[in-house]
């Protein structure tokens, strides 16, 4: 553990090693977000361009590699990409760059999938990052990924206004670090994804299994809260024209 208390966690290099470990260990990671994520990946994913946003400590990246696809990680904090070059041995496929600016060194339909895992609440621009985000994508390919439910984020946190961008301060104990990130209501998550060009495919608010009942705790509350939301959005290349036609 840091002895850091107090501090104010926006750059995950303050954390990377406390928080890489205690992820590997918990429950609600292996038995319920990962898995989760994991299962509305489109099915076959052997030989597909994927690139993991905000890979962390790069357990997607491993998990991709060894489903046989051709993977690129990318992450802002050298610390967890550190780590995650370490589990990745010799395979070199990390970037380290901030999703608040242009993805310019990826090229236009450069994936086919791009899988993100609990980061797109901590990006505040999220009209540049949608778009950025199409336009690397190849036409009907997917967008995946997990993010804070907003309307238990704004219960949680006691939100003044649910409809307003606020950014939320947040105490994980288990790193001992104060975090921060944006919270956004559920309609803007949503019209921004349509005024990008993705259509939704998949949207679920799960349940836990009973796997999860060994951590009671986590198992009640998710049993009756959707504290995630787990998302695949296509990139549908006629809706993105017409949005650009309207502006
Ligand atoms: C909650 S962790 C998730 C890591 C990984 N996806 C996982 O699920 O194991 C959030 C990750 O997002 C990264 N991140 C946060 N803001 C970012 C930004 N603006 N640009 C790139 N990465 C960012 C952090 O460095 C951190 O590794």
Same mark, same amino acid.
């Given at each position: 553990?840091?002895?850091?208390k107090?501090?104010?966690?926006t750059?995950?290099d303050? #954390?990377a *090693? *406390?928080?890489? %470990?205690?992820?590997?260990?918990?429950?609600? =990671?292996?038995?319920?977000?990962?898995?989760?994520?994991?299962?509305?990946?489109?099915k076959?994913i %052997?030989?597909?361009r994927?690139?993991?946003?905000?890979?962390?400590?790069g357990w997607y990246c491993?998990?991709?590699?060894?489903?046989?696809? *051709?993977?690129?990680?990318l992450?802002?904090?050298e610390?967890?990409? $550190? #780590?995650? =070059?370490?589990?990745?041995?010799?395979?070199n496929?990390?970037?380290?760059?901030?999703?608040?600016?242009?993805?310019?060194?990826f090229?236009?339909?450069?994936? *086919?999938?791009?899988l993100s895992?609990?980061?797109?609440?901590?990006?505040?621009?999220?009209?540049?990052?949608?778009s /950025?985000?199409?336009?690397?994508l190849?036409?009907n390919?997917?967008?995946?990924?997990?993010? $804070?439910?907003?309307?238990i984020?704004?219960? #949680?946190h006691?939100l003044?206004?649910?409809?307003d961008?606020v950014?939320?301060?947040d105490?994980?104990?288990t790193v001992d670090?104060?975090?921060t990130?944006?919270?956004?209501?559920? %309609?803007?998550? #949503?019209?921004?994804l349509?005024?990008?060009?993705?259509?939704? /495919?998949q949207?679920?608010?799960?349940k836990?299994?009973?796997?999860l009942?060994?951590?009671? /705790?986590?198992?009640?509350?998710l049993?009756?809260?959707p504290?995630f939301?787990?998302?695949s959005a296509?990139?549908?290349?006629n809706?993105?024209?017409?949005?650009?036609?309207?502006?």
């Amino acid at each position: 553990m840091n002895n850091n208390k107090n501090y104010r966690v926006t750059d995950y290099d303050f #954390i990377a *090693d *406390d928080y890489s %470990e205690t992820i590997e260990k918990q429950p609600l =990671q292996t038995l319920f977000l990962r898995p989760q994520l994991m299962s509305i990946l489109p099915k076959n994913i %052997e030989g597909l361009r994927v690139l993991d946003l905000g890979c962390g400590s790069g357990w997607y990246c491993n998990q991709l590699i060894k489903l046989g696809a *051709d993977v690129v990680g990318l992450d802002l904090s050298e610390k967890m990409l $550190h #780590i995650a =070059q370490n589990r990745l041995g010799n395979y070199n496929c990390l970037i380290r760059a901030n999703l608040e600016y242009p993805l310019s060194f990826f090229h236009d339909c450069q994936f *086919d999938v791009i899988l993100s895992s609990c980061v797109i609440h901590y990006v505040k621009n999220w009209q540049l990052l949608f778009s /950025e985000l199409s336009r690397i994508l190849a036409n009907n390919g997917f967008l995946v990924f997990s993010i $804070h439910h907003p309307h238990i984020e704004s219960e #949680i946190h006691d939100l003044d206004n649910y409809y307003d961008m606020v950014l939320v301060n947040d105490y994980w104990p288990t790193v001992d670090a104060k975090v921060t990130y944006y919270h956004r209501s559920l %309609e803007q998550l #949503i019209r921004l994804l349509g005024k990008a060009g993705f259509t939704i /495919e998949q949207f679920s608010e799960p349940k836990p299994g009973k796997s999860l009942k060994i951590s009671p /705790e986590i198992y009640e509350v998710l049993a009756k809260k959707p504290m995630f939301l787990f998302v695949s959005a296509k990139k549908n290349i006629n809706l993105l024209c017409s949005s650009l036609k309207d502006g």
